[in-house]
């Protein structure tokens, strides 16, 4: 017999927080989506039954939801196909909103996992276009992490950045409500644009007949001159704020597409020196990653060269994450999905924009994590790390698969790149001591708003 928290006739209703799972994969991922504040319970029905109760007739009769549950059931088992085949059945029996969202993104994650990368985009398409998925939950979940290292990917993450009706508009809502905490005075600057801009049309509109009538001549007639000046200057005036208009919102783009890299190497993960797997973002404010990517001697050499500057690196709260080009296998993916184990969901972090309280760590656990901390982590899902490293290229100017040095600052961000490898003596100027920029933060005056990284410029 089934176990669960409430019963309801011959079924219960389990509530499953995320930090306590079930074992098999419920419905609806395992983390919290972007800017998504509310603490949402996830739901999956479960069906009792006793050998000494007669069930029926209807028991049998199949619906949406027992082809969820059974296809759930199925690919915690390892067969997948069969599971696919079972969320292909729900998607056709008329589900309602909530059970298609969990049909077509388990049918991804089948499609994810057996490689046929195209077919799980298009149903994960489907489902932010449809269905309300976020976009942060596939940004998170174990299961895709084969789809994420693959062009279909990216295109689809293009796709979600831009918005459309094809995709929907939520993920954009949510990069843009970053980028403008990041950029605050961004709409002020375009209400002046549109402001002058529409005085100076007025202003011409009014300036035209005048300069008709110069030109015309005759007593009475305004100055030529004068009048040519004036119109000069509103079209001047105009065709300035509008290429300026226009420049603030390619910025903006540019930034829009910054946070979507950010948000997605945040989410890579690092297996460190104690064997524990870590998402980039549980190491905000600990450490400061310095990502080496190259060929295996060019990394192996500059590993070498850091360890002439160990003491001082790590004081600086340095940590090496070599990325070998070529070597990126694909990724082992466990049979997780929306059923990650107890303990690796209490240390899932939730994705950008959501409950900050959420975010932050305990005092204790994250004590912890910095005793596990030592001066180099490895790679996990390597072709993960390689695409976002091109993608990071190619929006630099550099040329996808040089070799290239990547700095993050203590919030995850980039902070620097540069090609070849890096110049550990030049990284200890600019770096300065954690100790010494704490010793600096708890001197600040409370209303001090400025970067902690500003003490290492």
């Given at each position: 017999?089934?176990?669960a928290?409430?019963a309801?006739?011959?079924?219960?209703?389990?509530?499953?927080?995320?930090?306590?799972?079930?074992?098999s994969?419920?419905?609806?991922?395992q983390?919290?989506?972007?800017?998504n504040?509310q603490?949402?319970a996830y739901?999956?029905?479960?069906?009792?039954?006793?050998?000494?109760?007669?069930?029926?007739?209807?028991?049998d009769?199949?619906?949406?939801?027992s082809?969820?549950?059974?296809?759930?059931?199925?690919?915690?088992k390892?067969?997948?196909?069969?599971?696919?085949?079972?969320?292909?059945t729900?998607?056709?029996?008329d589900?309602?909103?909530v059970?298609?969202?969990?049909?077509?993104?388990?049918?991804?994650?089948c499609?994810?996992y057996?490689?046929?990368a195209?077919?799980?985009?298009?149903?994960?398409?489907?489902?932010?276009?449809?269905y309300n998925?976020?976009?942060?939950?596939?940004?998170?979940?174990?299961d895709l992490?084969?789809?994420?290292?693959?062009?279909?990917?990216?295109?689809?993450?293009?796709?979600?950045?831009l918005?459309?009706?094809d995709?929907g508009?939520?993920f954009?809502r949510?990069?843009?409500?970053?980028?403008?905490?990041?950029?605050?005075?961004r709409?002020?600057?375009r209400f002046?644009?549109?402001?002058?801009s529409?005085?100076?049309?007025i202003?011409?509109?009014?300036t035209?007949?005048?300069?008709?009538?110069?030109?015309?001549?005759?007593?009475?007639?305004?100055d030529?001159?004068?009048?040519v000046?004036?119109?000069g200057?509103?079209?001047?005036?105009?065709?300035?704020?509008?290429a300026?208009?226009?420049?603030?919102?390619k910025k903006?783009e540019e930034?829009?597409?910054?946070?979507?890299?950010n948000?997605?190497?945040?989410?890579?993960?690092?297996?460190?020196?104690?064997?524990?797997?870590?998402?980039?973002?549980?190491?905000?404010d600990?450490v400061r990653?310095?990502?080496l990517a190259?060929?295996?001697e060019?990394?192996?050499?500059?590993?070498?060269?850091a360890?002439r500057?160990?003491t001082?690196?790590?004081?600086?709260?340095?940590?090496l994450?070599?990325?070998?080009?070529?070597?990126?296998?694909a990724p082992?993916?466990?049979k997780?999905?929306?059923?990650?184990?107890?303990k690796a969901?209490?240390?899932a972090?939730p994705?950008?924009g959501?409950?900050?309280?959420?975010?932050?760590?305990?005092?204790?656990?994250?004590?912890?994590?910095?005793?596990?901390?030592r001066?180099?982590a490895?790679?996990?899902?390597?072709?993960?790390?390689e695409?976002?490293?091109?993608?990071?290229q190619?929006?630099?100017g550099v040329?996808?698969?040089?070799?290239?040095?990547?700095i993050l600052?203590?919030d995850?961000?980039?902070?620097r790149?540069?090609?070849?490898?890096p110049?550990?003596?030049?990284?200890?100027?600019e770096?300065?001591?954690m100790e010494?920029?704490?010793s600096?933060?708890?001197?600040?005056?409370?209303?001090d708003?400025?970067?902690e990284?500003?003490?290492g410029t």
């Amino acid at each position: 017999m089934a176990v669960a928290s409430l019963a309801l006739s011959q079924q219960l209703l389990c509530f499953s927080d995320p930090k306590i799972r079930a074992k098999s994969r419920p419905w609806f991922p395992q983390r919290a989506t972007l800017l998504n504040s509310q603490k949402k319970a996830y739901i999956f029905i479960v069906s009792c039954s006793s050998s000494q109760t007669s069930q029926p007739p209807e028991a049998d009769v199949q619906t949406a939801e027992s082809c969820v549950n059974l296809g759930l059931s199925l690919f915690s088992k390892g067969r997948v196909k069969d599971a696919l085949v079972q969320f292909e059945t729900a998607l056709s029996l008329d589900p309602n909103p909530v059970e298609a969202q969990a049909a077509l993104y388990n049918k991804a994650c089948c499609h994810a996992y057996i490689g046929e990368a195209k077919k799980a985009a298009d149903c994960l398409r489907t489902a932010l276009r449809d269905y309300n998925l976020k976009f942060g939950t596939i940004l998170n979940d174990p299961d895709l992490a084969s789809l994420r290292a693959s062009p279909e990917f990216k295109e689809l993450q293009e796709e979600a950045r831009l918005g459309g009706e094809d995709i929907g508009y939520s993920f954009r809502r949510d990069l843009k409500l970053i980028s403008e905490v990041q950029a605050p005075f961004r709409g002020i600057r375009r209400f002046f644009y549109v402001a002058f801009s529409a005085a100076a049309g007025i202003s011409l509109f009014f300036t035209v007949p005048r300069l008709i009538l110069a030109i015309k001549g005759g007593d009475g007639a305004p100055d030529i001159w004068e009048t040519v000046g004036n119109a000069g200057i509103n079209i001047g005036g105009i065709i300035v704020l509008v290429a300026l208009f226009f420049w603030d919102n390619k910025k903006e783009e540019e930034q829009l597409e910054q946070i979507s890299r950010n948000e997605t190497l945040s989410r890579l993960p690092l297996r460190l020196s104690t064997n524990r797997i870590v998402e980039l973002v549980q190491l905000r404010d600990t450490v400061r990653p310095v990502i080496l990517a190259g060929k295996k001697e060019t990394v192996s050499s500059a590993i070498q060269k850091a360890e002439r500057f160990r003491t001082e690196l790590l004081r600086r709260g340095v940590l090496l994450v070599p990325v070998i080009w070529g070597e990126g296998r694909a990724p082992q993916v466990e049979k997780k999905g929306f059923g990650v184990s107890t303990k690796a969901a209490a240390a899932a972090l939730p994705s950008i924009g959501e409950d900050f309280e959420k975010r932050a760590q305990s005092i204790t656990a994250k004590s912890k994590l910095k005793a596990e901390i030592r001066f180099r982590a490895e790679v996990v899902s390597p072709e993960e790390w390689e695409r976002w490293i091109r993608d990071q290229q190619e929006a630099e100017g550099v040329t996808p698969g040089e070799d290239v040095y990547i700095i993050l600052r203590l919030d995850g961000r980039v902070r620097r790149s540069g090609k070849g490898m890096p110049d550990w003596s030049q990284i200890l100027q600019e770096l300065p001591p954690m100790e010494a920029l704490l010793s600096k933060l708890e001197r600040r005056e409370p209303t001090d708003s400025s970067h902690e990284e500003c003490a290492g410029t």
